[in-house]
């Protein structure tokens, strides 16, 4: 069974940066092979793509609204994710799940396992 597990989540000030983690394990998971991503939800809102990277590090794609403050990158030799975030501003406030399986050619299409989430919230 695939697990991610989120961390690095917490209270920030407006402005004020985070990074998130999530380390994915499960026997059949070769992590190297898999792309990543971040997503969010914000209570009462629908889930949306934060950020995805592909599998070999090298694309990375972002929506408008994050693209500038955020970066993701990947440690294959860990099987972590990590989701830099800057500038963040209370619209950043949720809970953020880490994927994998995400396609980078179309955020929308659902990621293949998701990760519990971990709660940022941004205070003005």
């Known amino acids: 069974q695939v697990r991610l597990v989120e961390s690095g989540g917490g209270l920030v000030q407006a402005g004020g940066s985070l990074r998130l983690s999530c380390v994915a394990s499960?026997?059949?998971?070769?992590?190297?092979?898999?792309?990543m991503g971040w997503f969010r939800q914000a209570p009462g809102e629908e889930r949306e793509f934060v950020a995805a990277?592909?599998?070999?590090?090298?694309?990375?794609v972002f929506p408008d609204s994050v693209k500038g403050r955020f970066t993701i990158s990947r440690d294959n030799a860990k099987n972590t994710v990590y989701l830099q975030m800057h500038s963040l501003k209370p619209e950043d406030a949720a809970v953020y799940y880490c994927?994998?399986?995400?396609?980078?050619?179309?955020?929308?299409?659902?990621?293949?396992?998701w990760g519990q989430g971990t709660q940022v919230t941004v205070s003005s």
């Open positions: 994927a994998a399986g995400v396609s980078t050619a179309d955020t929308t299409t659902p990621p293949n396992y």
């Open positions: 990277i592909a599998w070999t590090g090298r694309t990375t």
């Open positions: 499960g026997l059949t998971f070769t992590f190297n092979r898999y792309n």
